[in-house]
Structure formats: C-alpha cells, structure tokens
C-alpha cells in the first residue's frame, strides 16, 4: 500500500490542494473511515480492485470516477482487490471553480463524476487507463481542470470572496459568532451562510468545526503534547468540548484515534 502526493503546477494552486496516487498491490479485503476533511475531491479508480460506502447501514460499490462532497460525520468504506487510484483533492472553497451545481447537494456521498458533468469525464478516465507514467497522468488532469477553470470565470468574484472569509475564520479558530463574522466582511450573517455554504458545501460553523478538528489530527498524530495542550492550541473551550466534537467526526475518542490510526486516515493528514 503506497500513497504518493503531487503539488500543481502554479497555474491551479490557488485551486488545488494536491493530487495523490494510491497504489496497493495486495488482494486482500479491509475496511475503513473516512473522516471529514473540509475539502471535496475527485478520485479516478484505475486499478481493478472495487470501493465501497456506507450508505444508511448499507454498503454500495462506488463509481470509477468517484466526486466526493463534503463529508461531514464519519463514513465508513470497504475495499477487495489491487487499486491504482488517482485523486484530486480541492481547496475549501475552490470546488465552486470546477462544478456548476450548489455543492451542498453532493454532501456526505460519492457521486459519479460522468453523471454531473458527462462525456468530459468519461474521456479522461479512458486516457488515464491508457498512460502509465504519473507524471503524465497528472498531465492529463491538469489540461482537463484548466479547460474547466475557464468555464467559470464569471463566478470568479463571489468565490474569492469566500475564500477570503474562510482564510480570516482559519486564522481566528476561536470566533465561532456568525454575526461577528458577517460584520467584519461588511455582509449579513444570511448571505454570509448563504454564499459559504453554495460555494463550500459547509456552512460557517462547520467549516470552523471541521478545520479545528483537521489541526487537532495533526497535533494527536505527533504524540508529543497532552490532549488538554491540544484542545487549547485549537481552539476549544476545554479538553471535553474537544473530545466531544472529535468523536463526532470519528466515532471514536483522541486516545482511540492515536491507538488504531490506519494507513488511510495517516496519509491525509496533511
């Protein structure tokens, strides 16, 4: 089992937070969970091996070009057979660049990519199989995002302007009033939880939930500083309000995570 990142190139950074390569030759069956992210991404199974997710107690097999909406509580997957995979992991707030529907709806699912945006999709899957080099594989998607980019050139203002806000909610982990925030950025708290949440799939207060919770894997995955330590850097009132919240995301407690982390969960903790 072998993950490997990829920067973008300068011309989709401000889009891309990576690309990744999962690769595992080994037949075998396991399960996982995935834990929210914050982000949304796109992933091109190029392998033979099959995925599935958990769907209200029942597991389904994913597609072979899996969109991945904002996971907002654990979600648990399965897998059997030898994988290549190559995934496309989106900015917060810059999905909004890339697909023309109100992200919200793609929301704690796996959608197939060819039945939102068609034969585009469909098309690069089919060259990704026929390249073997990841060098050029990445090739390939990036000409295919930068074709996409240039669709949406228009919806350029109010995405920046999310992103904008983001960045000063990230900065500030502590400021959790929706009416503060909308003030500062000289807008209503309304259309504040309107635009976050069209463009992000996440509404304020989950985006400022889920990027504590991100920062607090980091810190446990360290194992270098008590859980009370932890809670403060990242923002929570005290050592049981951030447990409470990181079980919500997890199913399972700090002490728990820092005992059983997968290879999974390990590699995209970024």
């Given at each position: 089992?072998?993950?490997?990142?990829?920067?973008?190139?300068?011309?989709?950074?401000?889009?891309?937070?990576?690309?990744?390569?999962?690769?595992?030759?080994?037949?075998?069956?396991?399960?996982?969970?995935?834990?929210?992210?914050?982000?949304?991404?796109?992933?091109?199974?190029?392998?033979?091996?099959?995925?599935?997710?958990?769907?209200?107690?029942?597991?389904?097999?994913?597609?072979?070009?899996?969109?991945?909406?904002?996971?907002?509580?654990?979600?648990?997957?399965?897998?059997?057979?030898?994988?290549?995979?190559?995934?496309?992991?989106?900015?917060?707030h810059s999905a909004a660049y890339f697909f023309d529907d109100e992200l919200g709806v793609f929301n704690n699912r796996v959608t197939d990519l060819s039945d939102i945006i068609g034969k585009p999709a469909k098309i690069l899957h089919a060259q990704l199989l026929e390249e073997t080099a990841a060098e050029r594989r990445i090739a390939l998607v990036e000409d295919f995002l930068i074709k996409r980019l240039s669709r949406n050139e228009k919806r350029s203002f109010s995405i920046d302007k999310v992103a904008h806000i983001l960045t000063s909610i990230?900065?500030?982990?502590?400021?959790?009033?929706?009416?503060?925030?909308?003030?500062?950025?000289?807008?209503?708290?309304?259309?504040?939880?309107?635009?976050?949440?069209?463009?992000?799939?996440?509404?304020?207060?989950?985006?400022?939930?889920?990027?504590?919770?991100?920062?607090?894997?980091?810190?446990?995955?360290?194992?270098?500083?008590?859980?009370?330590?932890?809670?403060?850097?990242?923002?929570?009132?005290?050592?049981?309000?951030?447990?409470?919240?990181?079980?919500?995301?997890?199913?399972?407690?700090?002490?728990?995570?820092?005992?059983?982390?997968?290879?999974?969960?390990?590699?995209?903790?970024?």
């Amino acid at each position: 089992m072998e993950f490997k990142h990829f920067l973008p190139s300068p011309a989709l950074r401000p889009y891309i937070r990576h690309y990744y390569i999962f690769e595992s030759n080994a037949n075998i069956a396991f399960e996982d969970t995935v834990f929210p992210s914050g982000d949304m991404e796109v992933i091109f199974n190029l392998g033979e091996g099959a995925w599935e997710a958990e769907v209200e107690n029942e597991f389904y097999k994913n597609p072979l070009i899996e969109l991945w909406g904002q996971i907002t509580k654990p979600l648990a997957i399965r897998s059997k057979g030898r994988h290549a995979m190559l995934g496309i992991r989106f900015l917060t707030h810059s999905a909004a660049y890339f697909f023309d529907d109100e992200l919200g709806v793609f929301n704690n699912r796996v959608t197939d990519l060819s039945d939102i945006i068609g034969k585009p999709a469909k098309i690069l899957h089919a060259q990704l199989l026929e390249e073997t080099a990841a060098e050029r594989r990445i090739a390939l998607v990036e000409d295919f995002l930068i074709k996409r980019l240039s669709r949406n050139e228009k919806r350029s203002f109010s995405i920046d302007k999310v992103a904008h806000i983001l960045t000063s909610i990230k900065n500030n982990a502590a400021e959790t009033n929706i009416s503060n925030i909308a003030t500062k950025h000289g807008i209503t708290p309304r259309y504040l939880q309107k635009i976050i949440y069209q463009h992000t799939g996440l509404s304020p207060k989950s985006f400022n939930k889920i990027h504590r919770f991100q920062h607090s894997l980091k810190l446990i995955s360290r194992n270098d500083q008590p859980f009370t330590s932890i809670a403060y850097e990242c923002g929570y009132f005290d050592q049981s309000h951030f447990i409470r919240d990181f079980k919500s995301f997890t199913g399972i407690t700090p002490s728990a995570y820092l005992e059983n982390n997968s290879p999974i969960t390990q590699a995209f903790v970024q």
